[in-house]
């Protein structure tokens, strides 16, 4: 209870057609986590994400941002965003026909207005700030070439870029490691470790070796609930978690 | 960062503008009839009509080519435009007219003696200019409104901008709205007192259309290359990405629709005086996806390919009509398959991909291309070595 929580969920329901995606969440996270959301699939955990960043909004409960408590059901996207929440999407969403000096510089805090960005130019402070992030995401010499060139991993790692750009507090990664090699997912494990106290991250994962690798806690997410929380190997000898993932169909 | 203009694109406008703007002109006004090098006023009406149709045609590409948005309604605002234009010229007949009475001979048909109060304005000209520009503009404001405020996208759009255009068709049918109806505006005399029917007349329209032309080009090539371009294109890309970038994706497209919906409008405008009418027809459905053929077949996402696809459609359908009267539409609709099909890219993309054939077989490949198509082949291992290379923070094991 030391750390302020930077994000609180309190008895979040949402309800798509009858079928209870998020039922009763309840969602604590300190300030400066990493923290690791598992669970089967439609356990709700894109839904969970969608609701934070104001993609869909809850039918009843509250969620709350930073130590401020503010209320994050009654913003739009991109005001939430600039409250300092940055989302990466499950499949790669950059701009392809830009370059990716250029995706950096549109996700770079500064001028979001139609009119604002008319007169924008590009300051050295800007173009450094680009060229540092551009060296933690390993893209330096990609500089100059179209986003929609580059490979799939490179696309993931440019799509973290465009979330620090934004200098956002707390980073939501959904499934960062989809579609990677090996040696590419080791390597966005350390980039997401490496960025651990300077921003808050949610990572949603279905691969447990990069779990294991990266998650100091985890949260398992089951028919859109808390099913329990703790380190990779309580959570991994949780019976409740081992019935969930692997004998749903005993019990039917 | 990368330069907006390049010096061999500075020399190309240049002289693009020199002939049209000068050379033409001149040819038109100062040489004999029976020289070889003589240009009918025909033609040059024709041109003017053909740079008016230039602008239409960018303005269709600013949203479908650089944001994303189809809209099968321009040619309404092209019309509205028109129209505006139409009302000043309609004044501007006086008592000229069949009935020789002081207001415009629809509203003697329609049994009117004296002139409805909304036209008395338009007997001033830059009240009509004014208008050209803010009832375009605030047709395109509310519709963009609502439908970006509602996340009204993709094909949904284009059939309501499809289905506005219709219905104001349907509307300026009507005799009561009192803007003449079936027939629309014709017999115009006079333009800030130089007679219309005028060669002198017809060419200074030209020069204006051609100018206009240059400034709406050269203007989108600046607002492009602008952060706000950027956005644009990025919503084209990923709208979703934006929204969670922090932009107000609505207020770009809104802004861009409007812009579109007021370069259409200008255009318009001076199209009526050169073709000497303004009717309904003129916002029928067919009109629109027309001007979006032409941008297909030009090339789509860039500037040049709206003007090359409005000109040669526009050339192709002047001789065609005459040549063939009867088969426009299955050569129209061909037209847009071959493109489709063959030249995703339009004529723009057919002339690119030759120049980087040519300088393929002088051994001098195209950089940007060669370092595409390496980046596309390549897997992620030589980007981790190069990653390395610069220092990176992500360590290979």
Known sequence: MSAPHILTAEGVNKTFDGFKAINDLNFHMDEGELRTVIGPNGAGKTTFLDLITGRTKPDVGAIRFGSEGVDLIRKSEYEIYRLGIGRKFQTPTVYTDHTVFENLLLSLEGSRGVFATLFARVSPAQRARIREILQTIGLSAKEDAKAGSLAHGQKQWLEIGMLLAQNARLLLVDEPAAGMTDEETAKTGELLLSLVGKHSIIVIEHDMVFVRQIATKVTVLHQGHVLCEGTVDQVQNDERVIEVYLGRSKKH | ?397
């Not at chain 2, 019309?79 to 509203?107: K, T």
């Not at chain 2, 375009?136 to 499809?162: H, W």
């Open chain 2, 1 to 397: 960062m990368q330069k907006t203009i390049s010096k061999g694109e500075v020399l190309a406008i240049f002289l693009c503008t020199l002939v049209a703007v000068v050379l033409i002109p001149c040819l038109n006004a100062f040489l004999p009839e029976s020289s070889a090098f003589h240009i009918s006023n025909f033609s040059i009406n024709l041109w003017g009509r053909y740079f008016c149709y230039a602008v239409l045609a960018i303005s269709v590409d600013l949203l479908w080519g650089y944001t994303g948005l189809l809209s099968l309604g321009q040619c309404l605002y092209f019309a509205l435009g028109g129209y505006m234009m139409g009302m000043y010229l309609m004044r501007m007949i006086g008592s000229l007219g069949q009935y020789h009475m002081p207001i415009p001979d629809f509203l003697v048909f329609l049994g009117w003696t004296r002139l409805p109060v909304f036209w008395k304005p338009f007997s001033s000209f830059p009240f009509a200019m004014m208008m050209v520009v803010l009832l375009p503009g605030a047709l395109a404001f509310v519709f963009g409104f609502l439908a970006f405020r509602s996340r009204i996208r993709g094909v949904y759009f284009s059939i309501l901008t499809q289905a506005l255009t219709y219905a104001a068709c349907l509307l300026f049918f009507r005799n009561n709205i009192l803007m003449g109806g079936n027939n629309g505006f014709t017999d115009f005399k006079f333009m800030l007192g130089y007679d219309t029917r005028l060669p002198s007349t017809q060419r200074a329209l030209y020069i204006a259309s051609a100018v206009f032309l240059l400034i709406v080009y050269l203007g989108c090539k600046w607002l492009t290359a602008t952060k706000l371009g950027k956005v644009e294109r990025a919503i084209r890309d990923s709208e979703n990405r934006v929204l969670f970038s922090g932009y107000a994706a609505a207020n770009f497209k809104l802004f861009i629709f409007v812009l579109a919906g007021v370069i259409a409008g200008l255009a318009g405008a001076l199209y009526v005086p050169q073709v000497g009418i303004i009717n309904p027809g003129e916002m029928a459905t067919q009109n629109s996806l027309e001007a979006i053929v032409w941008v297909a077949v030009g090339g789509r996402g860039t500037l040049v390919g709206p003007i090359v696809g409005a000109i040669f459609v526009n050339a192709f359908k002047s001789w065609a009509t005459e040549a063939y009267p009867d088969y426009w539409p299955i050569f129209l609709g061909g037209m847009f398959l071959l493109v489709v099909l063959f030249l995703p890219d339009g004529l723009v993309g057919l002339a690119r991909h030759c120049v980087n054939l040519f300088k393929g077989f002088g051994g001098k490949p195209d950089p940007a291309a060669e370092a595409n198509a390496e980046a596309a082949a390549e897997p992620a291992a030589p980007a981790a070595a190069a990653a390395t290379a610069t220092g990176a923070h992500l360590p290979v094991e």
